[in-house]
């Protein structure tokens, strides 16, 4: 039996220039869907797949995150005088336990693998997940509670894998595929970002990682891949032949909400999921033709 996963990191120091003017002041993982922002669904998406810890890791003017993880005692305060339970309870319900959220700072955006990195003391010689909040994954289990249990079977490396238009795998990292069984697939290389006709498949690297302790030693030290920035795929690379390492095809739908399209397509999918809202979007997706 693998060690537990216990730990998770959430890498949310980018700095969502695709999102301005907005990411200006609003760091672009507080943007909401529908009425949760984007990293309170990161956070339940690990809660629910057993993560107890939680290490995220900030940069400059994301102040924002750590204060929606907190009390907000002043509007918990107006909320019970006047009576509004359900609200109350909402809020409440979004700040974690005493200690379960850590913060670190990345204080210099050179790319996923170094953002990483800047959680290496939170790891010690645990196994740990790694959820991009930028991927939305719809899906009951969870997409990390699947790659949790597939993970109690193999140990080793577990990432997220899906399968993308050909047109698009020069904006993923590309999995060399090996065996595959039950949805899992044998990862025998990968690829930042391959040159259009060069990928090996078009299985491509989604925002959920479970990682070993031995990825942080090859991340210290490591040299700008590619974009010019310090890339988790070239590590998990080198983690490869060293246990086993298995890529799960998913059972859910992913959007993209550092993409402006993927973020609105994410807020109607969410809002057609709920019994509260799903006629009135409905009829309002049904007058634009």
Not at 62 to 79: M, N, W
Request: glycine residues 12%.
């Amino acid at each position: 039996m693998p060690v537990p996963v216990r730990k998770a990191i959430l890498p949310v120091g980018g700095l969502g220039t695709r999102f301005l003017p907005a990411t200006k002041s609003l760091p672009k993982e507080m943007l909401p869907v529908v009425d949760k922002p984007l990293i309170q669904y990161a956070f339940e998406e690990g809660r629910a797949a057993g993560i107890e810890q939680f290490m995220v890791v900030t940069g400059r003017g994301k102040q924002a995150i750590e204060d929606h993880f907190d009390h907000a005692v002043e509007l918990q305060d107006t909320l019970a005088r006047r009576g509004r339970a359900t609200a109350l309870q909402l809020v409440r319900d979004s700040v974690p336990v005493p200690g379960q959220v850590s913060y670190t700072r990345q204080q210099d955006p050179l790319g996923l693998g170094h953002a990483v990195w800047c959680a290496r003391h939170f790891i010690g010689d645990e196994p740990v997940a790694i959820i991009l909040p930028d991927d939305l994954i719809i899906g009951e289990p969870g997409c990390l509670a699947q790659m949790v249990e597939a993970y109690r079977e193999t140990g080793g490396t577990v990432i997220a894998a899906m399968e993308v238009p050909a047109e698009q795998v020069s904006s993923y990292g590309i999995i060399t595929p090996g065996w595959t069984r039950d949805g899992l697939v044998e990862v025998r290389g990968l690829v930042e970002k391959p040159a259009a006709g060069t990928a090996p498949s078009r299985l491509a690297v989604i925002g959920r990682y479970i990682v070993q302790a031995s990825l942080f030693a090859h991340l210290e030290g490591q040299e700008p891949g590619a974009g010019g920035e310090i890339q988790i795929t070239d590590a998990l690379t080198r983690e490869i032949g060293a246990g086993p390492f298995n890529a799960l095809l998913f059972e859910g739908r992913r959007f993209d909400c550092g993409d402006r399209t993927g973020w609105l397509e994410a807020n109607i999918a969410c809002a057609l999921q709920r019994a509260d809202m799903r006629p009135a979007v409905s009829a309002l997706l049904a007058s634009y033709g």
